[in-house]
């Protein structure tokens, strides 16, 4: 039985666009894994589902509250690096950092045309997606 003694060995053109395909994938896992994370944590924060303010919870971070909105920036500035299409998602109060990493937040900012923030999460790519 000639077939079951093959060595079948890959060409490698073909195993390099497996792993060209493979890569490509993880990466737009790994974008939207991010962006759907900093969204949930962004409405946590300002439009919580259970009902908390805004200022609750910055409370309940206490004197590192401050590093939320360090993080959050961070963050979304590499999705803007990645995607120039990516909207930046803004606090709906005023705030202040204080000098302590405390945040007060402020009145609701009024808008001409409020960005809705409690629009659903992009559908997830899964890990197991990739080839």
Do not use: C
């Amino acid at each position: 039985m000639g077939i079951l003694n093959k060595n079948f060995i890959e060409d490698k053109d073909f195993i390099l666009k497996r792993n060209l395909a493979r890569i490509d994938k993880i990466n737009r896992v790994l974008y939207s894994k991010i962006k759907n994370m900093i969204k949930t944590s962004f409405n946590l924060v300002w439009d919580n589902p259970e009902g908390l303010t805004p200022q609750e919870i910055l409370d309940g971070f206490g004197t590192d509250a401050g590093e939320l909105f360090i993080f959050s920036a961070q963050m979304q500035t590499l999705l803007l690096t990645v995607n120039p299409d990516y909207e930046f998602l803004t606090p709906p109060y005023n705030y202040v950092i204080n000098p302590d990493g405390t945040v007060t937040v402020g009145e609701k900012i009024e808008e001409d045309n409020p960005s809705d923030i409690t629009e659903e999460l992009e559908p997830e790519i899964v890990e197991e997606d990739i080839i």
